[in-house]
């Protein structure tokens, strides 16, 4: 027996000479004391036989864990089961599906991702009922138990017929066939009223997302309506409107240009009485985007490489997850294995609203990227050219992040090399980042104990 | 020796699974 290869370890915490050890595989999460790790670090030249009663006790329930492995050979195996189940087990999910009713938006954010393909494209009522059909009869031929959508755009409030349409048509097939339905929507929150989310309630609206980068300075200078008005005050007040209704979640893209102000967003939110009340708080560092059509592959937002660069937001993005925390509001930590969808067969696809099919929304209204369209059964090539994708196995086998990084993420891997194919390393990412994930992941446990 | 969250082999139980975009719509349904 020997310890994994995907053991990340703390030395001196939570307390000094105590350990802490994640498995990226399994995701299991253990704290040692210093003659466990000792054991362990002599593990592979012991006889297991001459250890205590209780080593042995301990060794087994660490190796049910993950921590521990029989041999290079059986943690291998695993390790090809782990992508396995990844690509082709996920029918056990829900089936999720982000419908974009319209690539038109009312706003006009400095850094939004869809800008090369921003126009005013609406998801028409013959393309809504092809929708509806393609989705039933795949969730009819994988026997999904839950069907989950998310509409998005553009601002998909400009066209909310469909999202009334297409629910109402999938919440009744799924009363019929006993499965559960429900759906999101992820929007500016310019267009929120009780009037409107009463009705969207009705076929099965479960949460609202508004999008808000922080306190009104700033989200007015990176969020403002397209002819340039500020929105923050409209925004706070749709919300105050119906956060009693529904559950609303609020989301922000931060840089170092609004990283400071968000602590004092989330005081102004608690004065106002809707920090509590929200059902989820997240923000994320901006991304880099597809550039304009003629050239995708340019890299137009600078500043955001810096997430996965040398320094990058690193600092900010753990202050503010400790900040969330630290409030008590149910946020991420981050620590998770990285589910590409593209790479998943059953995974999440994203419909546009001409009815084409993509597989990862950094890559909507790139019809080259476009996995199928609603208007047929079967997906198209590229399906199949994405699935075939393995960038991991060109990884470091003893990289201990290999089951939650995977090579990386196959829409950088387009940006830094115009395929989709090579390895976007992450580790040095990963080595500063991941000990303090894993002391938040720690924390989060021990609190809600 | 303290569990503090267990681990397994089926990754859809081992816990959060993570996607990029939209925003993280993935990962929050699945945490």
Redesign the interface.
């Known amino acids: 027996m020997k310890p994994s290869r995907f053991n990340i370890w703390l030395k001196d915490y939570p307390g000094k000479d105590d350990y802490v050890v994640f498995n990226s595989r399994t995701q299991a999460l253990v704290k040692i004391n210093p003659g466990l790790k000792d054991t362990l670090d002599k593990l592979e030249g012991l006889n297991p036989e001459e250890l205590s009663l209780f080593s042995q006790g301990c060794i087994s329930a660490l190796k049910q864990n993950g921590i521990v492995v029989e041999d290079d050979r059986e943690e291998e195996a695993r390790l090809q089961d782990f992508f396995r189940q990844l690509k082709y087990d996920s029918s056990g999910l829900p089936f999720e599906a982000t419908i974009l009713t319209t690539y038109s938006c009312n706003f006009r954010c400095v850094y939004c991702f869809e800008e090369s393909v921003k126009d005013d494209v609406f998801l028409s009522k013959d393309t809504g009922d092809l929708i509806v059909k393609w989705l039933i009869r795949r969730a009819e031929e994988r026997g999904f138990k839950r069907v989950y959508l998310v509409y998005y755009g553009g601002e998909p409030l400009l066209n909310v017929r469909p999202v009334y349409d297409i629910s109402w048509q999938i919440k009744q097939w799924a009363a019929g066939k006993g499965i559960s339905f429900g759906f999101g929507i992820i929007t500016n929150g310019s267009l929120l009223n009780p009037d409107l989310v009463d009705k969207l309630l009705s076929v099965g609206l479960e949460e609202v997302r508004v999008t808000i980068d922080g306190r009104r300075e700033d989200h007015d200078r990176k969020r403002p309506f397209v002819d340039g008005r500020p929105s923050f005050d409209l925004l706070i007040e749709n919300i105050r409107k119906i956060i009693d209704k529904v559950p609303v979640a609020v989301s922000g893209n931060f840089d170092k240009d609004n990283f400071a102000g968000i602590p004092e967003f989330l005081d102004y939110l608690e004065e106002l009485g809707l920090l509590a009340k929200l059902s989820r708080v997240d923000f994320a560092p901006l991304t880099p985007r597809l550039g304009p059509k003629a050239n995708p592959g340019a890299i137009e937002l600078g500043s955001c490489l810096s997430f996965v660069g040398k320094d990058g937001l690193f600092k900010e993005v753990l202050e503010l997850k400790k900040e969330l925390l630290r409030r008590g509001l149910k946020t991420r930590t981050g620590l998770a294995v990285n589910a590409c969808a593209l790479l998943m067969r059953e995974a999440a696809v994203t419909i546009d609203p001409r009815g084409a099919i993509y597989k990862c929304n950094a890559l909507v209204g790139y019809p080259e990227f476009s996995v199928g369209n609603v208007a047929q059964d079967d997906f198209n090539l590229k399906f199949q050219e994405f699935m075939d994708i393995e960038a991991w196995k060109s990884c470091p086998r003893d990289c201990a992040y290999l089951p939650m990084c995977q090579g990386g993420c196959r829409f950088f891997s387009y940006l830094e090399n115009n395929n989709f194919t090579e390895v976007s390393c992450k580790k040095e990412y990963f080595d500063r980042i991941t000990p303090q994930l894993i002391k938040l992941e720690y924390q989060k446990f021990k609190d809600s104990a | ?12 139980e ?18």
């Not at chain 2, 267990?6 to 990754?11: F, I």
């Open positions: 020796m303290e569990i503090i969250k267990q681990g397994s082999d089926n990754v859809f081992a816990g959060p699974l993570n996607c990029c975009f939209p925003a993280g719509t993935l990962s929050l349904r699945y945490q």
